[in-house]
């Protein structure tokens, strides 16, 4: 399934549908998926992604709700997964960042998701199919996770550099919802939605790769990623991999840990 490219285009895909190594996976609201979504595409809820409980709301949900989350869908070693939402890209990535915390790597992103995929009068359905639940037990690879301590124990080795995907208003203290705001000393801030091109139906950007490098991000350096709950950066996290990031982590807590710490550094 190697040949399958990470960035998959909408007519791409439409050859695909009736492959049975293929699982579609959608992270659209609930709603629209109950009226419309690509044909055969199993449903995930965004709050499945999240823990949902104090104090890390917004961090990875314990293993055993991974667990029920992947045997629902049928999710086997062989599938290749292709991915989408109805905003650009952060739950999907959301969700791709959780495929490679479980070690699943065969997946792939409908560039543009559902906007496109409708957008170009691809075929869509509000028939649910009834995936084939699985028994089987996942293990967590940390190694795209990073935690506060370890952000702190780096910032002041040059080595590291910090992709922060919130807005410039958030990004410099105007606004944010934290008991402290700003950003992390040395962060670079680059807002999730400048890497979408919205004459597109929001597809990825063809030059984010030397957009990002001209604002200092660099596809050879090690690379962390945050926004407020790192459900914005689900969307950078997976860019980062689409364009082959050699070292590309997420901080789960993002600046609602971060924020509202009193040992955390703060521009």
């Not at 979504?37 to 314990?62: D, R, Y």
């Amino acid at each position: 399934m190697s040949d399958i490219p990470k960035l998959l285009e909408p007519e791409a895909l439409v050859d695909m549908l009736d492959q049975p190594n293929i699982l579609i996976v959608d992270l659209c609201n609930d709603t629209l998926y109950s009226k419309k979504h690509i044909p055969g595409a199993v449903h995930i809820s965004s709050q499945e992604l999240m823990s949902g409980s104090v104090p890390g709301p917004n961090k990875l949900p314990p293993k055993e709700r991974l667990e029920a989350m992947v045997n629902s869908i049928g999710l086997t070693d062989d599938k290749h997964v292709v991915v989408y939402d109805d905003e650009g890209g952060g739950w999907a990535g959301r969700f791709i960042w959780t495929l490679d915390v479980i070690g699943h790597k065969n997946w792939s992103y409908l560039n543009g998701g559902l906007i496109a995929w409708h957008n170009e009068g691809f075929p869509t359905t509000s028939e649910v199919p009834e995936p084939k639940s699985i028994e089987r037990n996942v293990t967590i690879d940390r190694t795209p996770i990073i935690e506060a301590e370890e952000i702190m124990a780096q910032l002041d080795s040059g080595d590291l550099q910090i992709w922060d995907a919130r807005t410039p208003e958030e990004y410099s203290g105007e606004r944010g919802v934290a008991e402290r705001n700003g950003h992390i000393p040395g962060a670079i801030n680059c807002n999730w939605t400048s890497m979408m091109d919205f004459k597109r139906n929001q597809r990825i950007l063809d030059d984010a790769k030397e957009r990002l490098a001209e604002l200092g991000i660099h596809s050879d350096k090690p690379t962390i990623t945050h926004c407020q709950s790192h459900h914005r950066s689900g969307f950078t996290y997976m860019l980062a991999r689409i364009l082959d990031f050699k070292d590309i982590k997420a901080y789960e807590g993002s600046w609602a840990e971060w924020g509202n710490r009193n040992d955390t550094p703060i521009e």
